[in-house]
Protein backbone atom coordinates (compact mmCIF):
# COMPACT_ATOMS: atom_id res chain seq x y z
CA UNK A 1 0.00 0.00 0.00
CA UNK A 2 1.24 3.36 -0.71
CA UNK A 3 2.02 5.98 1.57
CA UNK A 4 0.01 8.87 1.97
CA UNK A 5 0.90 12.08 1.59
CA UNK A 6 0.91 14.87 4.03
CA UNK A 7 -1.78 17.39 4.74
CA UNK A 8 1.19 19.94 4.61
CA UNK A 9 2.45 18.34 1.25
CA UNK A 10 -0.79 18.42 -0.59
CA UNK A 11 -1.01 21.92 0.14
CA UNK A 12 2.77 22.62 -0.68
CA UNK A 13 2.50 20.56 -3.77
CA UNK A 14 -1.13 21.84 -4.84
CA UNK A 15 0.06 25.58 -5.04
CA UNK A 16 3.66 24.44 -6.80
CA UNK A 17 1.08 22.90 -9.30
CA UNK A 18 -1.03 26.08 -10.18
CA UNK A 19 2.37 28.36 -9.88
CA UNK A 20 3.80 25.96 -13.06
CA UNK A 21 0.94 25.91 -14.80
CA UNK A 22 0.25 29.29 -14.94
CA UNK A 23 3.60 29.89 -15.72
CA UNK A 24 4.11 26.94 -18.10
CA UNK A 25 1.06 28.10 -19.65
CA UNK A 26 2.94 32.06 -19.75
CA UNK A 27 5.70 30.32 -21.63
CA UNK A 28 4.21 28.30 -24.11
CA UNK A 29 1.74 31.11 -25.19
CA UNK A 30 4.25 33.35 -25.66
CA UNK A 31 6.82 31.19 -27.30
CA UNK A 32 4.33 30.14 -30.20
CA UNK A 33 1.97 32.81 -29.76
CA UNK A 34 3.77 36.14 -29.62
CA UNK A 35 6.17 35.13 -33.10
CA UNK A 36 2.87 34.71 -35.41
CA UNK A 37 1.41 37.88 -33.72
CA UNK A 38 5.15 39.46 -34.96
CA UNK A 39 5.14 38.03 -38.35
CA UNK A 40 1.26 39.44 -38.75
CA UNK A 41 2.34 42.75 -37.82
CA UNK A 42 5.34 42.72 -40.42
CA UNK A 43 3.47 41.54 -43.66
CA UNK A 44 1.31 44.72 -42.34
CA UNK A 45 4.20 46.87 -42.47
CA UNK A 46 5.02 45.20 -45.64
CA UNK A 47 1.57 46.07 -47.43
CA UNK A 48 2.56 49.55 -46.37
CA UNK A 49 5.27 49.93 -48.51
CA UNK A 50 8.14 50.11 -45.85
CA UNK A 51 11.36 48.75 -46.89
CA UNK A 52 14.16 48.96 -44.43
CA UNK A 53 14.03 48.12 -40.75
CA UNK A 54 15.49 51.75 -39.58
CA UNK A 55 12.09 53.09 -41.35
CA UNK A 56 9.74 50.69 -40.11
CA UNK A 57 11.83 50.93 -36.31
CA UNK A 58 8.87 52.44 -35.29
CA UNK A 59 6.12 50.04 -36.21
CA UNK A 60 8.18 47.48 -35.65
CA UNK A 61 8.62 48.40 -31.95
CA UNK A 62 5.13 48.91 -32.21
CA UNK A 63 3.68 45.42 -33.68
CA UNK A 64 6.32 43.27 -30.72
CA UNK A 65 4.56 45.48 -28.22
CA UNK A 66 0.75 44.60 -29.74
CA UNK A 67 2.14 40.88 -30.34
CA UNK A 68 3.42 40.49 -26.60
CA UNK A 69 0.53 42.28 -25.08
CA UNK A 70 -2.40 39.64 -27.09
CA UNK A 71 0.37 36.82 -25.52
CA UNK A 72 0.08 38.09 -22.33
CA UNK A 73 -4.20 38.63 -22.57
CA UNK A 74 -3.99 34.90 -23.66
CA UNK A 75 -1.48 33.34 -21.25
CA UNK A 76 -3.51 34.91 -18.49
CA UNK A 77 -6.89 33.50 -19.37
CA UNK A 78 -5.82 30.38 -19.91
CA UNK A 79 -3.42 30.01 -17.04
CA UNK A 80 -5.47 31.87 -14.66
CA UNK A 81 -8.08 29.29 -15.97
CA UNK A 82 -6.20 25.96 -15.15
CA UNK A 83 -4.79 27.51 -12.02
CA UNK A 84 -8.23 28.47 -10.94
CA UNK A 85 -9.48 24.99 -11.74
CA UNK A 86 -6.62 23.10 -9.84
CA UNK A 87 -7.27 25.46 -7.19
CA UNK A 88 -10.97 24.64 -6.62
CA UNK A 89 -9.88 20.64 -7.18
CA UNK A 90 -7.65 20.88 -4.33
CA UNK A 91 -9.84 22.90 -1.91
CA UNK A 92 -12.62 20.76 -2.64
CA UNK A 93 -10.65 17.57 -1.74
CA UNK A 94 -9.67 19.03 1.79
CA UNK A 95 -13.15 20.83 2.65
CA UNK A 96 -15.16 17.39 1.62
CA UNK A 97 -14.61 16.15 5.09
CA UNK A 98 -14.92 19.30 6.98
CA UNK A 99 -18.11 19.62 5.34
CA UNK A 100 -18.97 15.82 6.48
CA UNK A 101 -18.31 17.00 9.77
CA UNK A 102 -20.46 19.66 9.69
CA UNK A 103 -23.17 17.84 8.90
CA UNK A 104 -22.87 14.88 11.23
CA UNK A 105 -22.40 17.31 13.82
CA UNK A 106 -25.97 18.60 12.72
CA UNK A 107 -27.30 15.25 13.01
CA UNK A 108 -25.89 15.35 16.56
CA UNK A 109 -27.53 17.90 17.77
CA UNK A 110 -30.66 16.99 16.39
CA UNK A 111 -29.91 13.60 19.03
CA UNK A 112 -28.98 11.41 15.61
CA UNK A 113 -25.65 9.61 17.01
CA UNK A 114 -25.65 6.93 14.07
CA UNK A 115 -23.33 8.79 11.94
CA UNK A 116 -19.34 8.82 12.25
CA UNK A 117 -17.07 10.11 9.67
CA UNK A 118 -15.28 8.27 6.93
CA UNK A 119 -11.53 7.94 6.39
CA UNK A 120 -10.07 10.47 4.52
CA UNK A 121 -6.86 10.14 1.75
CA UNK A 122 -5.54 12.78 3.52
CA UNK A 123 -3.26 10.98 6.85
CA UNK A 124 -4.09 14.41 9.42
CA UNK A 125 -7.68 14.20 7.81
CA UNK A 126 -7.67 10.77 8.74
CA UNK A 127 -6.13 10.94 12.09
CA UNK A 128 -8.80 13.80 13.03
CA UNK A 129 -11.60 11.50 11.95
CA UNK A 130 -10.35 8.57 14.32
CA UNK A 131 -10.51 11.40 17.58
CA UNK A 132 -13.63 13.15 16.29
CA UNK A 133 -16.07 9.67 16.01
CA UNK A 134 -14.27 8.72 19.31
CA UNK A 135 -15.35 12.06 20.93
CA UNK A 136 -18.83 10.95 19.02
CA UNK A 137 -18.69 7.29 21.14
CA UNK A 138 -18.10 9.02 23.80
CA UNK A 139 -20.79 12.10 23.91
CA UNK A 140 -23.33 9.30 22.40
CA UNK A 141 -22.38 6.87 26.00
CA UNK A 142 -22.94 9.70 28.19
CA UNK A 143 -26.43 10.41 26.95
CA UNK A 144 -27.28 7.08 26.99
CA UNK A 145 -25.66 7.51 30.85
CA UNK A 146 -27.60 10.33 31.54
CA UNK A 147 -31.16 8.80 30.25
CA UNK A 148 -30.32 5.47 32.68
CA UNK A 149 -29.53 8.14 35.06
CA UNK A 150 -32.50 9.62 35.01
CA UNK A 151 -34.66 6.59 34.73
CA UNK A 152 -32.73 5.17 37.78
CA UNK A 153 -33.16 7.99 39.64
CA UNK A 154 -37.15 8.46 38.90
CA UNK A 155 -37.47 4.57 40.37
CA UNK A 156 -35.26 5.08 43.12
CA UNK A 157 -37.11 8.58 43.89
CA UNK A 158 -40.53 7.18 43.75
CA UNK A 159 -40.96 4.29 45.73
CA UNK A 160 -39.92 6.48 48.86
CA UNK A 161 -42.10 9.15 48.25
CA UNK A 162 -44.96 7.05 47.01
CA UNK A 163 -44.81 5.76 50.76
CA UNK A 164 -44.49 9.03 52.67
CA UNK A 165 -47.66 10.35 50.42
CA UNK A 166 -49.89 7.19 51.10
CA UNK A 167 -49.05 7.58 54.82
CA UNK A 168 -50.21 11.09 54.92
CA UNK A 169 -52.87 11.00 52.78
CA UNK A 170 -54.43 8.07 54.92
CA UNK A 171 -53.18 10.17 58.55
CA UNK A 172 -55.04 13.54 56.32
CA UNK A 173 -58.12 11.31 55.83
CA UNK A 174 -58.29 9.87 59.62
CA UNK A 175 -58.04 6.40 57.66
CA UNK A 176 -54.49 5.42 60.18
CA UNK A 177 -53.86 6.92 63.77
CA UNK A 178 -50.51 8.39 64.07
CA UNK A 179 -47.91 6.36 66.22
CA UNK A 180 -44.53 6.06 66.93
CA UNK A 181 -43.92 3.58 64.63
CA UNK A 182 -45.57 5.13 61.72
CA UNK A 183 -43.20 8.26 62.11
CA UNK A 184 -40.18 6.19 62.64
CA UNK A 185 -40.97 4.74 59.13
CA UNK A 186 -41.64 8.01 57.62
CA UNK A 187 -37.99 8.97 59.33
CA UNK A 188 -36.71 6.15 57.84
CA UNK A 189 -38.09 7.36 54.21
CA UNK A 190 -36.75 10.59 54.65
CA UNK A 191 -33.55 9.26 55.93
CA UNK A 192 -33.46 6.89 52.35
CA UNK A 193 -34.47 9.91 50.47
CA UNK A 194 -31.59 12.22 51.69
CA UNK A 195 -29.14 9.27 51.44
CA UNK A 196 -29.48 8.88 47.91
CA UNK A 197 -29.67 12.51 46.94
CA UNK A 198 -26.03 12.42 49.44
CA UNK A 199 -24.72 9.76 47.16
CA UNK A 200 -25.58 11.32 43.98
CA UNK A 201 -24.19 14.82 44.95
CA UNK A 202 -20.75 12.70 45.93
CA UNK A 203 -20.46 10.66 42.91
CA UNK A 204 -21.11 14.08 40.85
CA UNK A 205 -18.56 15.58 42.06
CA UNK A 206 -16.19 12.15 41.87
CA UNK A 207 -16.90 12.39 38.46
CA UNK A 208 -16.76 15.98 37.71
CA UNK A 209 -13.01 16.04 39.58
CA UNK A 210 -14.44 18.31 41.77
CA UNK A 211 -14.23 15.91 45.10
CA UNK A 212 -11.00 17.45 47.27
CA UNK A 213 -8.60 14.36 47.41
CA UNK A 214 -5.76 15.26 49.82
CA UNK A 215 -3.32 12.53 49.61
CA UNK A 216 -0.86 12.29 52.53
CA UNK A 217 1.85 9.89 53.63
CA UNK A 218 -0.24 7.33 55.29
CA UNK A 219 0.12 4.29 58.09
CA UNK A 220 -3.15 2.20 57.24
CA UNK A 221 -2.61 -0.28 59.97
CA UNK A 222 -4.21 2.17 62.62
CA UNK A 223 -7.00 2.90 59.96
CA UNK A 224 -7.99 -0.91 58.97
CA UNK A 225 -7.82 -2.13 62.78
CA UNK A 226 -10.18 0.50 63.82
CA UNK A 227 -12.73 -0.29 61.15
CA UNK A 228 -12.95 -4.23 61.68
CA UNK A 229 -13.35 -3.27 65.51
CA UNK A 230 -15.85 -1.13 64.65
CA UNK A 231 -18.07 -3.77 62.29
CA UNK A 232 -17.51 -6.55 64.19
CA UNK A 233 -19.50 -4.84 66.96
CA UNK A 234 -22.23 -4.35 64.63
CA UNK A 235 -22.58 -8.56 63.28
CA UNK A 236 -24.88 -10.70 65.41
CA UNK A 237 -23.66 -13.70 66.90
CA UNK A 238 -24.53 -16.02 64.17
CA UNK A 239 -23.45 -14.00 61.32
CA UNK A 240 -20.34 -13.95 59.65
CA UNK A 241 -16.74 -13.48 61.74
CA UNK A 242 -14.94 -10.30 60.33
CA UNK A 243 -11.35 -10.31 60.49
CA UNK A 244 -7.82 -8.87 59.47
CA UNK A 245 -4.78 -10.15 57.66
CA UNK A 246 -1.98 -8.07 57.66
CA UNK A 247 1.17 -7.76 58.38
CA UNK A 248 2.41 -6.78 61.93
CA UNK A 249 3.70 -3.33 60.10
CA UNK A 250 3.06 -2.02 56.82
CA UNK A 251 4.76 0.62 54.26
CA UNK A 252 3.56 3.87 53.71
CA UNK A 253 1.02 5.23 50.94
CA UNK A 254 -0.10 8.51 49.41
CA UNK A 255 -3.38 8.55 50.10
CA UNK A 256 -6.25 10.08 51.47
CA UNK A 257 -7.34 9.06 54.76
CA UNK A 258 -11.25 10.17 55.01
CA UNK A 259 -11.87 9.16 51.32
CA UNK A 260 -9.96 5.63 52.06
CA UNK A 261 -11.47 5.17 55.24
CA UNK A 262 -15.12 6.15 52.83
CA UNK A 263 -14.32 3.52 50.07
CA UNK A 264 -13.38 0.96 52.80
CA UNK A 265 -16.19 1.21 54.87
CA UNK A 266 -18.41 0.81 51.25
CA UNK A 267 -16.68 -2.81 50.86
CA UNK A 268 -17.25 -3.72 53.79
CA UNK A 269 -20.89 -2.52 54.38
CA UNK A 270 -21.61 -4.39 51.50
CA UNK A 271 -19.78 -7.10 52.40
CA UNK A 272 -21.79 -7.38 55.29
CA UNK A 273 -25.24 -7.07 53.97
CA UNK A 274 -24.76 -10.26 51.58
CA UNK A 275 -22.58 -12.91 53.48
CA UNK A 276 -25.39 -14.25 56.23
CA UNK A 277 -22.85 -16.90 57.54
CA UNK A 278 -18.93 -17.57 57.14
CA UNK A 279 -16.40 -15.20 57.02
CA UNK A 280 -15.17 -11.58 55.80
CA UNK A 281 -11.71 -10.78 55.45
CA UNK A 282 -10.40 -7.86 55.50
CA UNK A 283 -6.70 -8.22 54.08
CA UNK A 284 -3.78 -5.88 53.11
CA UNK A 285 -0.56 -6.75 51.29
CA UNK A 286 2.41 -6.18 49.49
CA UNK A 287 2.64 -7.88 45.91
CA UNK A 288 6.74 -7.56 45.57
CA UNK A 289 8.17 -5.69 43.76
CA UNK A 290 4.91 -3.69 42.86
CA UNK A 291 5.21 -0.20 43.83
CA UNK A 292 1.33 -0.49 45.75
CA UNK A 293 -0.23 -1.66 49.08
CA UNK A 294 -3.47 -4.00 48.10
CA UNK A 295 -6.24 -4.25 50.02
CA UNK A 296 -9.11 -6.92 50.09
CA UNK A 297 -12.00 -7.25 51.11
CA UNK A 298 -13.15 -10.99 51.09
CA UNK A 299 -16.19 -12.79 51.77
CA UNK A 300 -17.75 -15.89 51.77
CA UNK A 301 -21.52 -14.72 50.56
CA UNK A 302 -24.26 -15.04 47.82
CA UNK A 303 -21.63 -14.05 45.36
CA UNK A 304 -22.28 -12.33 41.94
CA UNK A 305 -22.90 -14.10 38.69
CA UNK A 306 -20.14 -13.86 35.79
CA UNK A 307 -22.50 -11.90 33.41
CA UNK A 308 -23.08 -9.43 36.11
CA UNK A 309 -19.53 -9.07 37.02
CA UNK A 310 -18.89 -6.32 34.53
CA UNK A 311 -21.73 -3.41 35.38
CA UNK A 312 -20.85 -4.03 39.12
CA UNK A 313 -19.63 0.09 39.35
CA UNK A 314 -22.28 1.31 37.25
CA UNK A 315 -24.53 3.73 39.03
CA UNK A 316 -28.05 2.09 40.23
CA UNK A 317 -26.87 -1.94 39.54
CA UNK A 318 -27.74 -4.61 41.81
CA UNK A 319 -26.76 -8.18 41.01
CA UNK A 320 -30.71 -8.96 41.77
CA UNK A 321 -32.84 -6.46 39.73
CA UNK A 322 -35.97 -7.53 42.48
CA UNK A 323 -33.49 -6.24 45.33
CA UNK A 324 -34.87 -3.23 46.97
CA UNK A 325 -32.75 -0.41 48.17
CA UNK A 326 -33.96 -1.53 51.55
CA UNK A 327 -31.39 -4.59 51.57
CA UNK A 328 -29.12 -2.88 48.50
CA UNK A 329 -28.20 0.35 49.09
CA UNK A 330 -28.62 3.03 47.05
CA UNK A 331 -26.83 1.56 44.35
CA UNK A 332 -23.91 3.91 43.75
CA UNK A 333 -21.53 3.20 46.39
CA UNK A 334 -19.38 1.06 44.21
CA UNK A 335 -19.62 3.83 42.00
CA UNK A 336 -18.34 6.29 44.47
CA UNK A 337 -15.75 3.43 45.53
CA UNK A 338 -14.11 3.40 42.00
CA UNK A 339 -13.91 7.16 41.44
CA UNK A 340 -12.05 7.51 44.42
CA UNK A 341 -9.70 4.87 44.29
CA UNK A 342 -8.81 6.29 40.22
CA UNK A 343 -8.49 9.91 42.12
CA UNK A 344 -6.20 8.22 44.64
CA UNK A 345 -3.79 6.76 41.73
CA UNK A 346 -5.02 3.73 42.17
CA UNK A 347 -7.54 0.73 40.75
CA UNK A 348 -10.10 -1.43 41.91
CA UNK A 349 -10.90 -5.09 40.69
CA UNK A 350 -13.86 -7.49 41.66
CA UNK A 351 -13.81 -11.15 41.55
CA UNK A 352 -16.85 -13.45 42.27
CA UNK A 353 -18.60 -17.05 41.74
CA UNK A 354 -22.35 -17.47 43.15
CA UNK A 355 -23.09 -19.08 46.27
CA UNK A 356 -18.99 -18.75 46.84
CA UNK A 357 -18.24 -15.32 47.45
CA UNK A 358 -16.60 -11.98 46.35
CA UNK A 359 -13.42 -9.94 46.27
CA UNK A 360 -12.87 -6.79 46.22
CA UNK A 361 -9.77 -5.78 46.13
CA UNK A 362 -7.99 -1.91 44.76
CA UNK A 363 -4.34 -0.69 45.16
CA UNK A 364 -3.00 2.24 46.53
CA UNK A 365 0.46 3.56 45.56
CA UNK A 366 3.27 3.32 48.57
CA UNK A 367 5.07 6.69 49.42
CA UNK A 368 8.25 5.90 48.81
CA UNK A 369 7.87 5.26 45.07
Sequence with gaps: ?????????????????????????????????????????????????????????????????????????????????????????????????????????????RGDWGERMPESEIPELTQFSISFNRMASDLEDVEKRRRELITDLTHELRT??????????????????????????????????????????????????????DLKSLDLLPLLTSLVSRFADQLLEDGP?????????????????????????NLLGNAIRYTQTGSIILKAEVKSPSPYLWLNVIDTGVGISEEDLPHVFERFWRADPSRSSYSGGSGIGLAIAKRLVELQGGKIEVESKLKKGTTFRFYLPLANK
Design 1 to 109: MSQKLSLGTRLFLSHLAVMMVGLGTFIFIAKFSSPQFFVLRLEQLEKKGFMTVRSAKTYLLDGFETAWNRSAFWSLIVGGGAAGFLSYYASQKIMQPLETMKDITQNFA
Design 160 to 213: PLTVVRGYLEELAAGEIQPTSELYLSLVGETRRLERLTRDLQELSQAEAGYMSI
Design 241 to 265: ILTLDCPPTLPLVMADKDRTQQILV
